[in-house]
């Protein structure tokens, strides 16, 4: 079957392969219905967790017995690290987060953050190498991740900043909003093929082509 990213809260993971990367994607709490990402390295094995949003009765499964070598948190917001303590207890994971997030991520969870990073640094899952992209507004140390398959087109995980239809909420503060539409258009939309793949942190995903025309839209609505 496909890969469509269309999951729900207590269903089977929507899987993707690419030629390096294996794409599992999961939704946890029905309520909020967090996405969250388990990408492995084909060729070493090696895993990456975006987001330990919740249910680590789902995630922990999901991880098996391979291991988990890091936990990426898109943003500080509550629903996104509800499992984060249990997850790296259980799998020893290192934890990476935006610098500018860091010491709130670690606040609400008691989880240090291993290492914070910054636009332009790089994670990796094996021989796979992920950019972090830095995308303040919806909270200052926001992250996506860019993975640039050599054998197809770019991957990019928005967490909140970037949904199919808008970018993510700026809880009516109007300078945010400016702030991240204009992150997201110049780092995302201005750089980026149509073909980009985009997989947020709650919901379907979508491509940067189908999205580009509504930028101005967006803009002008402002939210």
């Given at each position: ?106 606040e609400q969870t008691g ?61 009516g503060d109007a300078a ?48």
């Open positions: 079957m496909s890969y469509t990213g269309e999951v729900t809260s207590g269903g089977p993971p929507d899987v993707r392969e690419l030629t390096g990367l294996r794409i599992a994607k999961v939704a946890v709490d029905e309520q909020m219905s967090n996405n969250c990402y388990l990408l492995t390295c084909r060729e070493t094995g090696e895993q990456l967790l975006v987001d330990a949003a919740d249910e680590p009765s789902t995630l922990l499964p999901l991880v098996g017995d391979a291991g988990l070598a890091t936990v990426v948190t898109t943003h500080q917001h509550w629903d996104h690290h509800r499992a984060l303590a249990e997850v790296v207890a259980a799998t020893g994971a290192r934890v990476v987060a935006g610098a500018p997030d860091a010491a709130a991520i670690t989880v240090a953050v291993d290492r914070a990073v910054g636009q332009g640094d790089t994670v990796t899952v094996g021989a796979c190498t992920l950019e972090v992209i830095a995308l303040a507004g919806h909270t200052p140390g926001s992250i996506a991740l860019l993975y640039d398959d050599p054998d197809g087109h770019p991957h990019l995980w928005t967490g909140d900043s970037l949904f199919p239809g808008g970018v993510g909420n700026t809880f945010a909003f400016r702030q991240l539409i204009e992150e997201v258009s110049v780092k995302l939309f201005d750089r980026l093929p149509d073909s980009t793949w985009f997989y947020p942190g709650h919901g379907g995903d979508s491509t940067l082509g189908a999205e580009r025309p509504r930028l101005g839209e967006w803009r002008e609505r402002g939210w």
